[in-house]
């Protein structure tokens, strides 16, 4: 969950971390001859102290963030985190140690902990650990397909942008803007007892501003966030295509290739609209929703409850639970939406952020159904709960975000498979009588067992009789899982298909983040209720 | 070795100091040593016992600064950090935000440590969870929960020879206990500085009761009711507001706290008449850190006096741009209350609802500090001055604005996260819809 505050639950919980690094150093990677001797020692250690597996991860964690603010760059981070984490089982129980120290001794030292604090947690066991089976692959690596590491191109460069980025705003009458771009490179290997040593080097970046205008005589505000999304890619995501945009509508739609002094633009121009849109009239309206908005509805709505874990209630004391609970996956016929719905978990998807070789816990990552036509048919899972779902291999949702966090089920890219037939936004607003259309992530709140939420956009544009009759604000929409997904009466082609997603997904106790991807075509859902969230005070 | 006495951290800091050829040079440095538990379905999941120092750097010649931070501490480090963060310095833009450092300053000793807490070994933990379980076990329930305890200390130096060190102790514990049958749901959670006053079995009966008595919640229409919030449930809604004490967002027109026409509410009556909200570094209860990382001393403050907005927090930039003092803004804060337990209230209260704590409270306008999110983990239907029956959860659309301007009634403040909060009797809550959820 993103932000900040109590219960801070799920998205955008995390900052820069580790200690600040030169830009050069962050773009040598450490000899992968050396991890594999430092895994060998955890991984020998582990066994001749009585473990009956055990894995290690060495971490080497980049971050990169620039952040400015109208005519002055905020800040400048460039860090790094680097150590090695030791899972093992002894005694039938997890145990988990790690170090930033990374001599022999430290390692083997570690191993000895993780193993001692296994026979310490087995006294208080109810039932020994069950590992889905899994074979060691040897030496394999996998990369983020990246075109241009961004940790490569000159900070220089980045920060003309966004300083260029927030004077296209200041002319055209912004009060204040902030930009900013967020860099991730994750350089982990994982190896195992079972014979597997992965080398992997994971790639994200996160272009982001928002605009701001003042109406001082009203006592008013308005702002606008761009209309990218985070992207497991390279800098190329900043190097605008003509062919990866979708234009004709109110606003301009941006797929693999991001256009960020066009949206600046817009965005600029959409705050004026904002101040002055009429406000929404509350009632049941049809929604359109884009799918720079709607990723954020998946997310939460349909990604965390087919959680497993959440499901059987590791998650209870935070996250909370799940309505989705097995006997209705066990009855093969429970309705979570309407026939056109089908949604894919999936860990591959090139320029998503949930895309890896292999996962924390070194299984080969892939693709499965979650909805089929609306029915619940499967889950997420890891290998030590596998088994409960009659599941003889994990399905790879293990990730931990740090060298020293343990590593636990995560939700994979979870997305809405678009319709079959080529249709656009522009020709689905046709049928619309009454409607909404919405784009952009804003407020979003879900109960712990994911059945009521309430989501707002960015920008909420009103449609009478098939056609756009200009913005409105203070639109929120409240629904039921189940009823929402059951209101689906339209999606858009393939073509239109578009990924959004999050840097910060937070679960866990202590929290941790992790980063995923929701793709989605624009999807019509027909008569929700929609409440007008404006007050004076 | 994570947690350092003040000599310790002295001599280190102007050992750091002494390698530093910049202009002006900040070096903070800091250290926590504490251990978790979490445990789900009655049994342990996972526990972890985590230790780090870490020192950073801040290099600036003219307005150009640099940072740069390390976790390893011989001597060769030391140097290396210093001369990172002064070669950041030399590529960086100028900030026409930077504000000379300041000199010399004298802050009291903090009341934050407390030796016992600081003793904590895996062994308390795992008695403490045991008591935990003991209760869920006995009852028939299911008990997911977490306990961490920490020991920290900070220390700064800067070139003009300022120098503050605190150490702090904190231990908190949460646990949501649920019935086999996943109809009822009860929830606790608490932290102290002082480890003798956090009692998990007392605690854990609470979440028990609730997890029972909520069972079988019964559907009221959603609308507005006068609420009773458990000092949690007050908590969650405030902590949103109190980031709006800030008089540069005020300032600039994008704040609650902004005025219509420019300026900012301050002096403005903007509660009911019974809110008074101060916050005291040295309060027994919450006590904090007499500095803040400016280096700037943390005094008792009052931020609603009767109601009015009483002062704004301003940061050594904005309070030199608007030629006034800087004040830090304490999150330690102190919600005056009066004398009534939550029983009390609940005996004075003809009809209303009866909130244990908020959930995903997420902003919906900024400008109206409107709030959304749920209850959760025991609402119930009050009917003259009794608990009648559990009620399914809502959700409200709320501002804290709002709520502070229907206040019936305060409580007796008890410890809630890092402030003293009272239970509080809110007319006219607004709950918008119903939620299914347990």
Same mark, same amino acid.
């Given at each position: 969950m993103t932000g900040v505050g109590v219960g801070a639950s799920l998205l955008d919980s995390r900052s820069v971390f580790g200690r600040q690094i030169s830009v050069e150093e962050s773009l040598n990677p450490v000899d992968v001859k050396l991890k594999k001797k430092m895994a060998d020692i955890a991984l020998n250690t582990a066994k001749s102290k009585g473990a009956t597996y055990a894995d290690v991860r060495i971490g080497r964690y980049l971050n990169q963030v620039i952040s400015t603010r109208e005519a002055q760059v905020q800040n400048i981070g460039n860090s790094e985190s680097y150590g090695i984490g030791i899972r093992v089982i002894a005694n039938g129980s997890w145990g988990f140690a790690a170090t930033n120290d990374l001599s022999d001794e430290s390692i083997s030292k570690a191993a000895e902990n993780a193993v001692a604090i296994a026979k310490g947690n087995s006294k208080l066991m109810i039932e020994p650990v069950k590992l889905a089976s899994q074979k060691g692959f040897g030496e394999v690596s996998w990369k983020t397909p990246i075109e241009k590491n961004a940790f490569e191109v000159p900070i220089k460069e980045k920060v003309d942008l966004l300083l260029l980025v927030n004077s296209e705003a200041m002319k055209l009458g912004a009060k204040y803007v902030n930009s900013s771009i967020f860099m991730v490179n994750e350089q982990k290997y994982f190896a195992s007892t079972e014979g597997s040593y992965i080398e992997q080097d994971i790639h994200r970046i996160w272009p982001n501003f928002t605009v701001t205008k003042i109406d001082a005589a009203g006592g008013k505000f308005e702002t606008r966030n761009a209309l990218s999304a985070p992207m497991g890619m390279g800098f190329e995501y900043l190097t605008p295509k003509e062919d990866e945009k979708i234009k004709g509508g109110p606003v301009t739609m941006y797929k693999k290739r991001y256009d960020i002094l066009e949206d600046i633009k817009e965005a600029t121009v959409h705050v004026d609209e904002k101040l002055k849109a009429n406000p929404v009239a509350p009632g049941k309206w049809d929604l359109i929703l884009d799918p720079s908005h709607l990723f954020l509805t998946i997310h939460e709505s349909v990604g965390h409850t087919t959680e497993l874990d959440r499901v059987l209630g590791y998650e209870a004391n935070y996250a909370g639970t799940s309505f989705l609970t097995l006997d209705k996956w066990e009855s093969k016929k429970f309705n979570f939406g309407s026939k056109l719905v089908n949604v894919i978990a999936d860990k591959?998807?090139? $320029? !998503?952020?949930?895309?890896?070789?292999?996962?924390?816990?070194g299984v080969k990552c892939g693709s499965w159904d979650l909805i089929k036509d609306g029915i619940l048919v499967n889950y997420q899972t890891i290998r030590d709960q596998a088994h409960i779902i $009659?599941? !003889?291999? !994990?399905? $790879?949702c293990c990730y931990a975000d740090s060298w020293d966090s343990i590593q636990f089920q995560r939700m994979p890219n979870v997305s809405l498979a678009p319709g079959k037939e080529n249709l656009a936004a522009a020709d689905m607003i046709k049928n619309v009588e009454k409607g909404i259309y919405m784009f952009g992530r804003n407020s979003y709140s879900i109960d712990q067992q994911r059945y009521n939420f309430q989501f707002s956009g960015q920008l909420a544009y009103e449609i009478k009789d098939g056609k756009i009759a200009g913005m409105v604000k203070d639109a929120s929409y409240q629904s039921n899982t189940q009823e929402f997904w059951n209101s689906c009466t339209a999606l858009c082609g393939p073509a239109d298909y578009r990924l959004g997603g999050t840097f910060s997904d937070g679960k866990g106790q202590p929290g941790q983040v992790s980063a995923v991807s929701h793709g989605s075509a624009t999807t019509r859902f027909n008569g929700v209720s929609v409440i007008n969230t404006g007050k004076k005070l | 070795m994570a947690i350092l006495s003040k000599e310790e951290a002295q001599t280190i800091l102007k050992k750091v100091l002494s390698y530093s050829k910049a202009d002006a040079c900040e070096i903070s440095l800091s250290g926590s040593d504490g251990g978790n538990i979490r445990y789900a379905r009655n049994a342990v999941s996972t526990a972890g016992q985590i230790s780090v120092m870490n020192l950073a750097v801040s290099s600036t010649f003219g307005k150009k600064t640099g940072s740069a931070s390390i976790n390893e501490f011989d001597d060769a480090s030391l140097q290396k950090v210093v001369k990172r963060a002064e070669e950041l310095a030399m590529l960086a833009p100028e900030n026409p935000e930077f504000m000379p450092l300041l000199g010399p300053q004298t802050f009291p000793d903090s009341l934050t440590f407390n030796a016992k807490t600081a003793a904590i070994t895996p062994d308390t933990r795992a008695e403490m969870v045991g008591k935990s379980l003991s209760i869920s076990k006995a009852a028939n329930l299911d008990a997911a929960g977490f306990l961490e305890n920490s020991t920290r200390f900070n220390a700064v130096m800067n070139s003009k020879n300022l120098f503050a060190y605190n150490k702090s102790t904190d231990v908190s514990f949460s646990v949501t206990i649920r019935n086999k049958e996943g109809t009822g749901s009860g929830y606790v959670e608490q932290s102290f500085n002082?480890?003798?006053?956090?009692?998990t079995l007392a605690l854990s009966k609470i979440a028990a009761s609730k997890a029972t008595g909520s069972a079988s919640a019964k559907a009221i229409e959603p609308g507005k009711y006068t609420v009773i919030l458990e000092p949690l449930a007050a908590s969650d809604m405030l902590s949103n507001m109190f980031r709006g004490f800030d008089a540069r967002s005020a300032d600039e027109g994008r704040s609650f706290m902004s005025k219509k026409g420019g300026g900012t509410r301050l002096g403005e009556q903007l509660f009911s008449e019974n809110v008074n909200i101060y916050s005291d570094p040295m309060n027994a209860e919450v006590p904090s850190a007499t500095w803040n990382g400016d280096g700037i001393a943390i005094k008792k403050t009052q931020w609603v006096e009767n109601g009015k907005v009483k002062n704004l927090s301003y940061s050594r930039y904005w309070a030199d741009k608007k030629g006034v003092q800087p004040l830090p803004f304490n999150r330690s804060i102190v919600f005056e209350g009066g004398t009534q337990s939550l029983e009390e209230l609940i005996k004075s209260t003809e009809k209303g609802i009866l909130v244990t704590r908020f959930w995903y409270i997420r902003s919906v306008d900024p400008q109206t500090l409107l709030l959304t999110g749920l209850t959760r983990d025991g609402t119930f239907y009050i009917e003259n001055g009794e608990i009648k029956f559990p009620v399914k959860n809502f959700r409200f659309n709320e501002s804290p604005v709002i709520m502070l301007n229907n206040v019936e009634a305060l409580g007796k403040p008890v410890r809630t996260g890092s402030g003293m909060i009272p239970p509080m009797k809110i007319r006219d809550f607004t709950f918008t819809s119903l939620s299914d959820a347990v």
């Open positions: 591959t998807e090139p $320029g !998503s952020l949930g895309a890896v070789g292999y996962d924390d816990e $009659g599941l !003889s291999e !994990s399905q $790879g | 002082d480890l003798d006053k956090m009692d």
